[in-house]
């Protein structure tokens, strides 16, 4: 199946600094990706879709200037955390659409901690 | 608001018996059913998926069965194994947009 790939896997930050998450599609192109956020024995929650060459669409409730996403490419897109706090602490994961068919595939994830 | 509804939270199968784990949606405009598995630490990974045109999908020890006048959806896994123990994801979209999870099922089979 198609490959997704994020980067890093695990970063661990201060509090009040700023963390980018990459999320790469290896052997397809992109336009749309989808950023999820997942706490601790939860489900994945839906934060924003990411367009290629326009602004993301955030969901309700999530704040489009603490969460910077950048899709400059077909094949990239990035989540900045600004100003990170302990409560962001959480396992980002990325997802796109690959083929015709709908079926999405997700990165591996990263994990963020902040101290 | 929950749009997809799944049970149970937990379930407990013992070597080589029958997990089964069950969905309800309430959008009739979803038209794509994919169940993830998920292992601690690593994003979800497609186990198998379902469109609303049929009623059952297998996949090795994996079916879905779909009923879509009660708009309800399960994943049976036979003969269950330890390694199949891990968080069980069902989730519905309509193609092209981004998926609407369920709350997970933690599987746990015991030798």
């Known amino acids: 199946g198609a490959v997704v790939s994020q980067h890093p896997s695990r970063v661990i930050c201060k509090s009040g600094t700023s963390v980018k998450i990459e999320c790469r599609s290896l052997?397809?192109?992109?336009?749309?990706m989808f950023w999820y956020r997942q706490f601790p024995k939860q489900s994945l929650m839906l934060m924003a879709t990411s367009n290629e060459g326009s602004k993301a669409t955030y969901e309700q409730g999530v704040e489009k200037d603490k969460f910077l996403i950048n899709h400059a490419s077909l094949t990239l897109s990035t989540l900045t955390v600004t100003s990170a706090h302990p409560e962001d602490s959480s396992f980002y994961i990325c997802?796109?659409?690959?083929?015709?068919?709908?079926?999405?595939?997700f990165g591996e994830g990263s994990r963020l901690t902040v101290l | 608001q929950q749009q997809v509804k799944q049970s149970p939270q937990s379930l407990i199968v013992q070597k080589g018996g029958i997990s089964i784990i069950n969905c309800a949606y309430e959008n009739t405009a979803f038209d794509y059913f994919p169940w993830y598995q998920q292992f601690p630490g690593k994003g979800p990974a497609l186990l198998i998926a379902i469109r609303p045109d049929v009623s059952e999908k297998k996949e090795g020890r994996f079916t879905i069965s779909f009923n879509k006048s009660a708009k309800q959806f399960s994943l049976h896994i036979m003969d269950s194994q330890p390694g199949d123990s891990a968080t069980y994801f069902c989730?519905?979209?309509?193609?092209?947009?981004?998926?609407?999870f369920g709350k997970g099922t933690s599987l746990l089979v015991t030798p």
């Open positions: 052997d397809f192109q992109a336009t749309t």
């Open positions: 989730a519905a979209s309509i193609s092209g947009y981004a998926l609407n």
């Open positions: 997802s796109a659409p690959a083929g015709g068919s709908g079926e999405l595939f």
